[in-house]
C-alpha cells in the first residue's frame, strides 16, 4: 500500500470547515484512500473512502485531486466533537485486509 | 447491534502474569482484527482471521502472544508471561466482505492494559 503524509497538527475554529490534506504520491490506480479518526480515549472510527471522484457523506466530504497524488477531507462545520487524530490511508479494497496506520493529524476544534 | 465488545476494559497486573484479552466481534462479521496501540509505536496491526482461520499474524512480537478464534462470536488474545513493556491500549476490530471489496473496520474501545 502506497505510504500517505499528513501534518502532524491543526487548528480550526468550532463551526468553520476543517480541512485536512494527505498526500500520497505513489498511490497506484487500484488504490482507494481511507479516513479513519480517532477520538480520545476510543477506537478508531471509519469517516469515508473514495478512488477517484470526490465522495459526500453524513460525516464528511473527500475531494481528491486529479492525478490523485494528494486529498483533503473537509469537515464541513465543526464541533468541538470532532477533536480528533484523523488518518488517512490508501490500501486497495480488494487486497490484504490490514489497515497500516501512521501518525495521522491531531485535529482541534477551538470554541 | 451492541457493536465489537471488549472485556476487560482495563487490566492491570504485574510482570509474569498471564493476560487474556477478549473480543466478541459484530455478529455477521467474517474478519476480526488485533491492534496494540502506545505513544512509541502508534497503532499497529498485531494478528487478523478470517472465517476463524489466522491469516496474518506477521505483527505478533513474540512468542509470548497469542490468538485464537474458536467460533464466530469470539475471540482471546493472550500475554504469557506479561512484561512492562506489554502495557499499552488493545484494540479488536471486524469487518465483512461483500463480493469482492472489503468494507471498513469496525473498533471496539480498546483493553487498556498496564503490567507493572
Known amino acids: 500500500d502506497a505510504k500517505t503524509t499528513q501534518p502532524p497538527s491543526m487548528d480550526c475554529a468550532e463551526g468553520r470547515a476543517a480541512n485536512l490534506p494527505c498526500n500520497h504520491s505513489t498511490i497506484s490506480g487500484n488504490e482507494y484512500v481511507y479516513w479513519y479518526r480517532q477520538i480520545h480515549s476510543q477506537g478508531p472510527q471509519y469517516i469515508i473512502h473514495g478512488l477517484k471522484n470526490n465522495e459526500t457523506n453524513e460525516m464528511a466530504s473527500l475531494i481528491i485531486t486529479e492525478d490523485r497524488k494528494s486529498s483533503t477531507l473537509i469537515l464541513p462545520h465543526a464541533t468541538l466533537r470532532d477533536t480528533a487524530v484523523y488518518y488517512c490511508i490508501v490500501r486497495t479494497p480488494r487486497g490484504a485486509q490490514k489497515l497500516v496506520f501512521g501518525q495521522g493529524t491531531r485535529l482541534t476544534i477551538n470554541p | 447491534d451492541a457493536g465489537v465488545i471488549q472485556s476487560p476494559r482495563h487490566e492491570v497486573t504485574e510482570m509474569g502474569q498471564e493476560v487474556t484479552l477478549r473480543c466478541k466481534p459484530i455478529?455477521?462479521?467474517?474478519?476480526l482484527f488485533w491492534y496494540r496501540q502506545t505513544m512509541m509505536r502508534g497503532l499497529e496491526l498485531l494478528i487478523y482471521f478470517n472465517n476463524n482461520v489466522p491469516i496474518d499474524d506477521s505483527g505478533m512480537p513474540e512468542d509470548r502472544f497469542s490468538a485464537k478464534m474458536p467460533n464466530a462470536s469470539f475471540s482471546t488474545l493472550k500475554i504469557q508471561p506479561s512484561e512492562p513493556r506489554d502495557s499499552a491500549v488493545y484494540f479488536c476490530?471486524?469487518?465483512?466482505?461483500?463480493?469482492?471489496?472489503?468494507?471498513?473496520?469496525?473498533f471496539g474501545p480498546g483493553t487498556r492494559l498496564t503490567v507493572l
Open positions: 476490530a471486524s469487518s465483512f466482505r461483500s463480493g469482492s471489496s472489503y468494507n471498513e473496520q469496525f
Open positions: 455478529s455477521g462479521h467474517d474478519y
